[in-house]
């Protein structure tokens, strides 16, 4: 199946890897379009960003297209802020929220003592989130937030304590398939909620974070199609974080792949066609993991091991994300991580452990 794939980045790996290519943002509808319809496409899938589902679900629609969400589905399903009204009156258990002006300096939430988070309700990867435990850097982080969001708006939620996990799925016909659920390691902030690893299986309240995640996906009437849900097991229960419909971006169909043989990114493209995807019977290995790698400050000039790790046991893969030149800042969000390593274990401790020497054994050169 010839693929076209689109991206501003020329330096783009997806550009490299499929047949023909164009370099137009996948958040431009326009530009999507114009492509699809020149290239005679047979269907839109949109992996790993929020904005490119609701792109791709719009220009389905607009050239008569199969696709696993309509159009208004798919902004529910980008919209952070949308998709908290609608737990709200379905019941899906969530932090408690309300939206700040810019330069506002407190709200019901952020009282003192009560840590909040803030963060743009339209946009992924960390970008424009903070952690608020101090009543001065409330303002500060409203306007980080604000700036970065689409919509000129701030979400404010509590801070959920406790351990946080993802439920990867799919869902066929409207019957909700949890696949993977993982413990999300997260980094400290100021890099809060980045991911540094992904580890199957998880260890904390799967039942528990599987039937909130399906309240998730019902309440956003997601019907079709992958969905990649961040939860957090507070002291009262799990609370749905956010949701996204398409697959997770950080390596989450290749970790169902190693983890229990089943192919989620087949099963996305199907669903992408238009075709009813039947989950196949899982072969579950040990354990499995995604370890992210975080290069230090400075301009790249080079990196090492990575061949050298690919013969250690049990490493599947491991990609470097950026090329030579690109400058590395401290991390921050998730567009900051380096690379990572994909590792397959006789257990969830062995996988981790066989993806941690792996990760000791990459260095990356900078300047």
Not at 110 to 134: E, N, T, Y
Not at 167 to 182: D, I, K
Request: net charge negative; hydrophobic share 45%.
């Amino acid at each position: 199946m010839p693929t076209v794939a689109c991206d501003h980045d020329e330096g783009a790996l997806g550009l490299r890897l499929a047949d023909r290519h164009a370099l137009v943002s996948a958040e431009d509808e326009e530009g999507v379009a114009e492509v699809a319809e020149r290239e005679e496409v047979g269907g839109l899938v949109a992996p790993g960003i929020d904005r490119p589902v609701l792109v791709a679900a719009r220009v389905a629609a607009r050239l008569g297209l199969p696709h696993p969400l309509d159009p208004e589905t798919a902004e529910r399903a980008v919209s952070k802020l949308a998709q908290r009204r609608a737990f709200e009156a379905a019941g899906v258990p969530q932090p408690r929220w309300e939206l700040a002006a810019p330069g506002a300096s407190n709200t019901v939430l952020q009282a003192p003592g009560s840590p909040v988070v803030v963060k743009p309700p339209d946009r992924q990867g960390q970008v424009g989130i903070s952690l608020v435990r101090s009543p001065e850097d409330f303002a500060p982080a409203v306007e980080q937030a604000v700036s970065a969001s689409r919509s000129g708006e701030a979400l404010v939620e509590e801070l959920v304590e406790g351990p946080e996990v993802t439920v990867n799925a799919f869902s066929s016909g409207g019957e909700f398939r949890a696949l993977t659920v993982t413990d999300r390691v997260v980094a400290e902030p100021p890099a809060f909620g980045v991911a540094l690893a992904h580890v199957w299986p998880s260890e904390e309240a799967v039942e528990d974070a599987v039937a909130a995640a399906r309240a998730a996906a019902e309440a956003l009437g997601i019907r079709e199609g992958p969905t990649y849900t961040q939860i957090r097991l507070g002291p009262d229960g799990p609370r749905v974080i956010e949701l996204a419909a398409r697959l997770g971006g950080g390596h989450d169909a290749e970790l169902c792949d190693a983890a229990l043989g089943i192919d989620l990114n087949a099963l996305a493209l199907a669903a992408a066609f238009g075709r009813r995807a039947t989950v196949p019977e899982a072969r579950p290995a040990g354990g499995a993991c995604v370890r992210f790698l975080v290069a230090p400050p400075g301009r790249l000039e080079g990196v090492e091991g990575f061949g050298e790790v690919l013969e250690l046991p049990g490493v599947l893969d491991a990609v470097p994300y950026r090329p030579p030149g690109h400058e590395f800042g401290p991390l921050r969000a998730g567009n900051d991580r380096a690379g990572f390593v994909l590792a397959r274990g006789d257990s969830r401790a062995d996988a981790l452990e066989r993806a941690e020497a792996a990760a000791e054994r990459i260095r990356f050169v900078v300047r």
